[in-house]
């Protein structure tokens, strides 16, 4: 299935870490991240679960359930957690789906035969509270993930949820943000009294509207 930004994200059920689950009830309310890894027991896997973990309060701080998956089966998903948990200094909080049959992974199109046949690759698959794509990534298996960007790209969702603006370049929490291109300057001055900088007309900057 070709998923893009703005479809639904397709509903299922499977064995996890954490037993038996329907992926829109685990979601609940929250937002959902949801990542595909080669395989238990290689190394990029490993730092890049323990990374999610040692992230976990930034996660919840941003109502954010993380939820990753592999064609492994459980068995071996609960052995590696324990490794994860010793290397990493960390105790992994979410569930790993065990897909071994390819239903998960075939649904959410993560095996990419001219890169492997077996493995799923290094998708992300940002979901909001709407069971909305929000942003969809494909990573190498050579190449570990930054999660710090994940939760970044999150931060910026969030914020232009709610507000009429878009984050630029490397933009961070905090950063002035841009005035979306719908928004006349004369409006965007009356919008946004902390300022509007209008480098261009197409190019005004203000203060993050949430700063205190
Ligand atoms: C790794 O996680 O280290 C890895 C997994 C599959 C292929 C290459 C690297």
Redesign the pocket.
């Known amino acids: 299935m070709n998923l893009r930004l703005g479809d639904t994200a397709p509903n299922f059920k499977a064995t996890t870490t954490i037993g038996e689950i329907d992926f829109y009830e685990f979601l609940g309310d929250s937002w959902g991240v949801l990542f595909s890894?080669?395989?238990d027991y290689?190394?990029?896997?490993?730092t890049e679960l323990g990374r999610t973990a040692q992230l976990s309060d930034e996660f919840k701080k941003r109502n954010v359930k993380a939820i990753a998956i592999s064609v492994d089966g459980v068995e071996d998903h609960h052995g590696w957690v324990k490794d994860i948990n010793e290397t990493q200094n960390t105790q992994v909080d979410f569930p790993l789906i065990a897909d071994p049959n390819r239903e998960v992974s075939d649904l959410y199109d993560m095996i990419h035969p001219n890169a492997s046949n077996n493995?799923t690759v290094r998708s992300v698959f940002i979901i909001d509270p709407n069971k909305k794509i929000r942003l969809t990534l494909t990573y190498p298996?050579?190449t570990g993930r930054n999660f710090i960007e994940i939760l970044r790209v999150i931060d910026s969702l969030q914020l232009t949820d709610s507000h009429s603006i878009a984050t630029p370049a490397e933009w961070n929490r905090g950063d002035r943000v841009v005035v979306a291109n719908s928004i006349k300057t004369e409006d965007a001055i009356v919008k946004f009294p902390k300022g509007v900088e209008e480098v261009r007309p197409y190019l005004r900057y203000t203060p993050d509207p949430t700063n205190d």
């Open positions: 890894h080669p395989g290689t190394p990029v896997c490993t493995m298996a050579s």
